[in-house]
């Protein structure tokens, strides 16, 4: 039986694996002239990083650590900043 503090643990781990495995997903079914396109970091450059997050949350299983931490942040970044970026040039409007 998990404790309150273990089930936490979990939910964050689960969450953050979840974060870090879509934004990983969504950089490799891009279009690569997307990203040169819009003025970010090449597709094969994005998915080594996310494909190195998923990694790390999975090695470290804990999101709290000090590569946890980093991973979770470049997966934000892609989803906040690139994916909206890649998606406008990929479908040649302003995104709306």
């Known amino acids: 039986m998990l404790s309150f503090q273990g089930l936490v643990y979990a939910v964050l781990f689960?969450?953050?694996l979840g974060l870090t495995a879509w934004a990983l997903?969504?950089?490799l079914i891009?279009?690569?002239a997307g990203y040169v396109a819009a003025g970010k970091l090449?597709?094969?450059g994005w998915a080594a990083i996310l494909g190195l997050a998923v990694l790390v949350i999975?090695?470290?299983q804990?999101?709290?650590s000090f590569?946890?931490?980093p991973a979770i942040i470049a997966a934000v970044v892609y989803l906040v900043d690139v994916r909206p970026a890649v998606r406008?040039?990929?479908r040649g409007g302003s995104g709306w």
């Open 30 to 32: 891009r279009p690569a």
């Open 88 to 90: 406008g040039v990929s």
């Open 62 to 64: 804990n999101p709290l």
């Open 14 to 16: 689960y969450a953050s």
């Open 42 to 44: 090449t597709k094969p």
């Open 67 to 69: 590569l946890g931490l």
């Open 58 to 60: 999975v090695a470290f």
């Open 25 to 27: 997903v969504d950089a």
